[in-house]
């Protein structure tokens, strides 16, 4: 069984940036693609970022292509989402998700999934 406890959230100024951690524990986090989303107020969680058990493959949703950057460290167990440019639209509850091995665009492909933490984008 997989914990994933993301960390790093808070309110930023539109145009700024954040970077968002994940720690992993209770698994072998270097079989684990990796994977972001985010939840809006009223919207479906959706795809943000996701990147693969060795961190040589990643892929980004439009919306985020060119400001957010994924990354792991399997030595700390840990995935990261630099967050840059953000924007008022940014705004939601990002969660991280674990899959083994391959990565995915679909939220119903991960196993295992943190709490959350809260990103307000202000204008």
């Known amino acids: 069984q997989v914990q994933l406890v993301e960390s790093g959230g808070g309110l930023v100024q539109a145009g700024g940036s954040l970077r968002l951690s994940c720690a992993a524990s209770?698994?072998?986090?270097?079989?684990?693609?990796m994977g972001w989303f985010r939840q809006a107020p009223g919207k479906e969680r959706e795809f943000v970022s996701t990147?693969?058990?060795?961190?040589?493959?990643?892929y980004y949703a439009d919306s985020v292509k060119g400001r957010f950057t994924i990354d792991r460290d399997n030595t700390k167990n840990t995935v990261f989402l630099e967050m840059n440019s953000v924007k008022p639209e940014d705004t939601a509850v990002y969660y991280c998700?674990?899959?083994?091995?391959?990565?995915?665009?679909?939220?119903?492909?991960?196993?295992?999934w943190g709490q959350g933490t809260q990103v307000t984008v202000s204008s």
């Open positions: 990147i693969s058990w060795s961190g040589s493959s990643t």
């Open positions: 209770g698994g072998t986090f270097s079989v684990y693609a």
């Open positions: 998700a674990a899959r083994l091995l391959t990565s995915s665009i679909y939220r119903h492909d991960y196993d295992y």
